[in-house]
């Protein structure tokens, strides 16, 4: 179980339109994993700034978040039911079904992004099993921050405080550093 994802070669641009339907696709297929296993789901994304969405760095970062995963599930004793990750132009994603407490998940999981290198990059959705999804927010927690200025990261996507370029420049070098962690 946890499989890397293959490297890929540099993908194209995604438009707005495909990276909002890869999103609903999402959604139905966390619903329908939920359905299906009623456990703990952990949906796993890479967060990742401008139009490509899947390159030999996402798949870095997605690969460094998979190993984080499994090291805290094996730590944790968590019992994985299922797990299946997905190749997509849209980024990689992943989803487990969890036989443990959505709360703990979710909380071991930001503990994680928050003493990795690259961990304000990874997603971990956290869905208990009747579907209720807990946030940081819900969990009194502080939201991801920039990987440049420290400021919340949000507000900087949003008055686009630094250039695309200083922010990969910036991700390339977190990601080096967590390999040789």
């Known amino acids: 179980m946890f499989y890397p994802l293959p490297d890929t070669i540099e993908q194209s641009e995604i438009s707005l339109p495909d ?8 959604q139905a297929r966390q619903q329908e994993w939920i359905g299906l296993h009623q456990v703990t789901l952990i949906s796993f994304t890479v967060v990742f700034p401008g139009p490509v969405k899947d390159n030999h760095l996402v798949r870095q ?3 460094q978040g998979l190993n984080a995963l499994k090291q805290i599930a094996q730590c ?14 849209t980024g990689p994603e992943c989803f487990v079904a969890v036989d443990a407490d959505a709360i703990a998940v979710k909380k071991a999981l930001v ?3 928050e003493l990795s290198p690259v ?3 990874w997603d971990f959705d956290v869905f208990d099993a009747k579907g209720q999804q807990y946030s940081r927010s819900d969990l009194n ?16 996507a949003r008055q686009r405080t630094h250039q695309l370029s200083e922010i990969i420049n910036q991700i390339e070098v977190l990601a080096n550093a967590s390999n040789h962690d």
């Open 76 to 89: 944790r004793q968590w019992v994985l039911l299922s797990q299946q990750s997905f190749a997509l132009s």
């Open 111 to 113: 503990e994680a992004e």
């Open 61 to 63: 970062v997605f690969n």
């Open 119 to 121: 961990g304000r990059l």
């Open 19 to 26: 990276l909002l339907k890869s999103r609903d696709t999402r």
């Open 141 to 156: 927690l502080h939201a991801r921050r920039c990987l440049i200025c420290e400021q919340e990261a949000k507000i900087c």
